[in-house]
């Protein structure tokens, strides 16, 4: 039983459902060459209806050329949903390498109708709809930017997921994105400290393994943009003795009372390379929580040459040494200089944060975006959301902001697209590095806000 239609109700032994399910592992083969099982389940009068042919025959024909032209080619199917006894509906993803010498990723997203005839138990037609255009897919997928081909002696181009514009509202965009799989990292913590920069992609999130050094040298692969997204929110926890707010226990061990603490999550999202999807489809269906690594910023072994505690070296920076800096109430100087620091405030920092990823798949969305330039700072980010609040508000019944109770409780998160870091996977689809494009004053960064077209 193909996996993803495990979520069709009904008898997991029908028998369109079976064929349904050879239709898609043999739709999946032939996509990568094999059209064995394929000849099982389509026969001469079989119709494809897609832009470029109308017969399954032809479609078997330029699924043979295509292998021998497009490299590493990828399907990922979505969703499936049964619309009666004998038709379905498929959400899928198809793409492939351009062979150019700047490597673009061409993605095609789509839904296929398939229909199944109740008596030869052959597939009757298969009517294709892609969510792009050709005209999108040679003037936006593959024409490459220039940062793309200037950087080609250090990294691959970097995948675009595919969006379209719906509409311009003066410097605001409305746009539709794609449905993706991608992989989130979560920072989780006390509003009052500083977390991990938003604009720096955190190297916690950075967990996969690679090898960089020559002759073996892993291959990887580039994303871009990779999106973040901040909020804050409200929890009830235990306040400890002498602790204004605070989430853990007193000194003697005992919970004095129960008091409202403002919580930040900061979450870096990074789009999986849809050559990889595949390996990561089952977690990301699952969207299991992994946590990650928690070094402590304190050091208590007793054999410490000093006799003292101190800030650990072997932490990750940018949730331990760089906190420990930039929180003015533990650090009195330089990183590696001799400085005191308030280990209750370490504690309580620490107890406080934890860090965690998983896979998963984020539906198709329409945000409304600003593009800002140059350092990404408070300000510009305040205005590009004044921006976007405006132009909503100029649209009346066409556009509301999601979850609109929310954002008038100042819960409704804020998102940028860091147009200018390349989130980098292993061949395994884990995230191992990020790769910064220094663009200074040309650097570009997209704040956006989630919208709901109003019906």
């Known amino acids: 039983m193909y996996p993803n239609l495990l979520q ?67 399907l990922s199917i979505f969703n499936v949903t049964k619309i009666s006894s004998s038709d379905f509906l498929i959400d899928y993803q198809v793409s492939f390498w351009y062979p150019l010498f700047w490597r673009p990723r061409i993605i095609i997203p789509g839904t296929l109708a398939l229909s199944i005839d109740h008596e030869t138990f052959k597939v009757i037609s298969v009517m294709e709809k892609w969510d792009v255009s050709l005209s999108e897919l040679f003037l936006k997928q593959l024409p490459p930017r220039l940062w793309d081909v200037w950087h080609l002696f250090c990294s691959p181009s970097p995948e675009y997921p595919p969006k379209k514009r719906l509409q311009s509202i003066g410097r605001v965009s409305i746009e539709k994105l794609c449905k993706t799989v991608c992989l989130e990292a979560t920072w989780t913590g006390l509003s009052a400290y500083p977390g991990p920069p938003l604009l720096n992609v955190p190297g916690f999130s950075l967990f996969g393994d690679f090898r960089t050094s020559r002759p073996n040298r892993d291959p990887f692969y580039t994303v871009l943009p990779v999106e973040v997204q901040s909020s804050k929110f409200i929890v009830k926890k235990a306040v400890g003795e002498g602790v204004e707010n605070g989430a853990f226990q007193g000194k003697d061990g005992q919970q ?58 072997e932490i990750d920076y940018q949730v331990g040494l760089e906190n420990a800096s930039l929180m003015k109430s533990l650090s009195g ?12 405030k ?12 998983k896979y998963k798949i984020i539906p198709e969305r329409v945000v409304a975006t600003v ?42 998160p804020i998102g940028l697209f860091l147009c200018n870091v390349k989130g980098c996977f292993n061949a395994r689809g884990e ?3 990020a790769i910064y494009e220094q663009q200074f004053q040309l650097r570009k960064t997209k704040v956006f806000l989630e919208i709901d077209i109003r019906k």
Request: one cysteine or more.
């Open 8 to 74: 069709i109700e009904g008898d997991p032994k029908n028998t369109e459902i079976t064929i349904c399910s050879l239709f898609l592992e043999g739709w999946e083969r032939a996509i990568s060459g094999d059209q064995k099982i394929f000849s099982q389940v389509l026969n001469n009068t079989t119709r494809w209806d897609n832009p470029f042919v109308s017969t399954a025959s032809e479609y078997l024909e330029g699924l043979t050329q295509f292998n021998k032209f497009f490299l590493e080619p990828s």
């Open 256 to 313: 004095r009372s129960v008091g409202e603490v403002e919580m930040k999550k900061s979450s870096w999202i990074f789009h999986v390379p849809t050559a990889l999807q595949p390996k990561v489809f089952d977690k990301a269906r699952k969207e299991t929580a992994v946590p990650l690594r928690g070094d402590s910023m304190v050091n208590t072994d007793p054999s410490d040459e000093n006799g003292e505690d101190d800030v650990i070296d």
């Open 333 to 344: 100087g330089t990183l590696r200089a001799n400085f005191t620091y308030d280990e209750f």
């Open 346 to 357: 370490i504690a309580e920092f620490e107890s406080n944060q934890y860090t965690e990823y």
């Open 371 to 412: 593009d800002i330039y140059g350092d990404a700072t408070a300000e510009k980010i305040s205005g590009a959301v004044r921006a976007i609040q405006t132009a909503i508000s100029s649209e009346p019944g066409k556009y509301t902001l999601k979850s609109q109770e929310a954002s008038n409780k100042g819960e409704s």
């Open 431 to 433: 995230p191992v590095m």
